[in-house]
């Protein structure tokens, strides 16, 4: 047999039809069932089956796949998740996966229209957050990837030499508010620095980072010998979505002669929004960004983003020269500069065909309208938590992010209620601490959700609370 072609592609073309009609049919009907259930053991042990000598029928796979895989998924596609920051994605976008699988680009390089496709997404995330247009960026898997490239070029910026010296005796430092994401000070240690280079500046009531704590950190550093290099604000911090304030960041940033960074995992989709916008004011005068299109953009997994100002700065920390990757004039080694100039990947996916179709299919407009209908969902939550006796907000509710604790409950018994919870199936919230304490927290990232959702959640932990407190008094 040569080559791994079917031989009769009418077979291929019934199986791909059904597939697809069924992956509709789970789409139009997602909001039925149960949004997460445990997957049994008998269905962990039969995917451990060895590596295959002899290959199985395409139909038998995709009986398998309906049978231990679709039941027990993690359930962000249904409206009753709001867990954790996932989007749930869209038909446009599966479809989208559908054709750059059909395509198979590899996009770190070369001359080709997916390259263009790219440049465009790359256009549009920097007109969608106010940097200049001949700024940089390139999709990667998420903002884990953005930041750690965003870390990388920052440091290079400061001292391009450490790409070929190392770090050893610089003593850069950075700074980021305790609320930030733990994929920052990860990506101080993936680039060598160390994760305790990050100093983490302390927060305000409102959770925001205390600006004026910063100007006194880089200023007690720099006396005691150490070099400030960077700053990273956040946009939509991971426990309660608060918003640093950027402006003032990049007052002081720029005062100290520093580089800006930006992390943006998912508010920064809130610019397309006329009414939360201005609350991310000073977002366009970063010099690196990071956020993903597969949260509130609802582009399919995975669509990370990393942009940044200076395009020179940014390919001065990755370009290489190889002899077996030269660039040329014309034919397919043309187009530089490639993908894999900014950044660690010369192997990529054709992301941005899932991005350009999402985006181009629904409009900035209307991905406005969605952003700002999450977070009147959220609203609505937290009005009803204020009205709830013996339920709490433990935070302000800045963008979609409600955290709320439960009165006469020890975390413990939080933790085992919001388990309850997702074993019933009826909603998938998850946990964090607010200022010590254990808090439900709810994030309204799904299009699909709304207050009736929210609602069934917390009717849900109100009966599970009920229950608790009576089994606790015996009555």
Excluded at 10 to 30: A, K, N, S, T, Y
Excluded at 133 to 145: A, E, F, K, R, Y
Excluded at 315 to 337: I, K, N, T
């Amino acid at each position: 047999m040569a080559g791994l072609d079917p031989t009769d592609w009418r077979d291929i073309r019934d199986i791909g039809h059904r597939m697809l009609d069924e992956v509709f049919d789970r789409m139009e009907h997602v909001g039925e069932g149960p949004v997460w259930r445990p997957m049994p053991s008998s269905a962990r042990q039969a995917l451990k089956e060895g590596l295959p000598e002899k290959g199985h029928s395409l139909d038998d796979l995709y009986g398998r796949y309906l049978d231990l895989v679709v039941p027990y998924g993690v359930g962000n596609t249904h409206p009753g998740f709001m867990g954790w920051v996932h989007g749930a994605g869209t038909p446009v976008g599966m479809l989208a996966e559908m054709l750059a699988g059909g395509l198979n680009a590899n996009c770190g390089g070369r001359d080709h229209a997916p390259i263009e496709v790219e440049r465009e997404v790359i256009r549009w995330a920097l007109q969608m957050v106010g940097m200049p247009q001949d700024g940089s960026g390139c999709l990667v898997t998420g903002s884990s990837m953005a930041n750690f490239i965003s870390v990388i070029t920052a440091s290079r910026a400061q001292d391009l030499s450490i790409r070929k010296e190392g770090i050893a005796g610089r003593r850069l430092v950075g700074y980021a508010a305790t609320t930030a994401h733990g994929c920052l000070p990860r990506a101080f240690d993936l680039a060598g620095l160390g994760s305790e280079v990050l100093r983490r500046v302390p927060v305000l009531a409102d959770h925001r980072m205390d600006v004026s704590a910063l100007r006194d950190m880089i200023a007690e550093d720099r006396k005691a010998g150490f070099v400030p290099f960077m700053v990273a604000g956040t946009a939509g911090t991971v426990d309660c979505g608060a918003i640093d304030d950027l402006v003032a960041i990049e007052a002081v940033v720029r005062e100290a002669g520093l580089w800006f960074h930006v992390d943006a995992a998912f508010g920064a989709l809130a610019c397309l929004s006329s009414r939360f916008q201005p609350q991310l004011a000073g977002i366009g005068k970063a010099d690196s960004l990071a956020f993903d299109f597969h949260k509130w953009a609802q582009v399919p997994y995975d669509a990370g983003c990393v942009l940044v100002r200076d395009s020179r700065k940014h390919a001065a920390a990755f370009a290489q020269s190889l002899d077996y990757l030269v660039r040329e004039e014309r034919g397919l080694a043309a187009g530089a500069p490639w993908f894999c100039d900014f950044g660690p990947d010369l192997s990529r996916g054709f992301r941005a065909l899932k991005v350009w179709m999402t985006l181009g299919h629904y409009g900035a407009g209307r991905m406005g309208e969605m952003v700002e209908t999450c977070c009147d969902v959220a609203a609505d939550l937290a009005r009803r938590v204020e009205r709830t006796d013996g339920l709490v907000l433990l935070a302000p509710v800045t963008l979609n992010i409600v955290c709320f604790g439960i009165d006469g409950l020890e975390d413990a018994e939080v933790s085992e209620l919001v388990q309850d919870l997702h074993e019933s199936g009826i909603a998938a919230p998850s946990t964090t601490k607010i200022n010590g304490r254990l808090a439900v927290r709810a994030a309204i990232v799904n299009h699909r959700t709304t207050t009736v959702h929210t609602d069934r959640m917390l009717d849900a932990v109100i009966a599970l609370r009920d229950e608790r407190l009576q089994a606790r008094t015996g009555r």
